[in-house]
């Protein structure tokens, strides 16, 4: 299985209603300092709709300003039809919204 599909398993596996960031999937594929790669693959994605790339931010909750799939304006709103909200800055509350991998 190669990298890109790793990602897209554990991307996969991210509940309606809850984010995780690029750092926290590359931690959990034992790959602690892959989060750019997390986004070149989440960019390639394959399967939008089904593998929900939408539900991934930055370290500090923020949205992915060239989200591949319309810009940070679709994820916000395909994120808002889950029941997660950001500010006018596009920045989502981790305190709030962050998935813990235990919640699996």
Known sequence: MSFYDEVYSVVR????GKVATYGQIAKILAS???SRAVG?????NPAPGI???HRVVN??????PAFAFGGEEVQAQLLAEEGVFCDENF???L?????????R
């Open 59 to 64: 370290r500090f909750g923020r949205l992915a």
């Open 40 to 44: 070149y693959a989440l960019h390639f």
């Open 95 to 103: 305190s709030k919204y962050l998935w813990r991998e235990e919640e």
């Open 32 to 34: 602690p300092h892959a």
């Open 91 to 93: 920045i989502v509350d």
């Open 13 to 16: 596996l991210i509940p309606k």
């Open 51 to 53: 593998i929900p790339c």
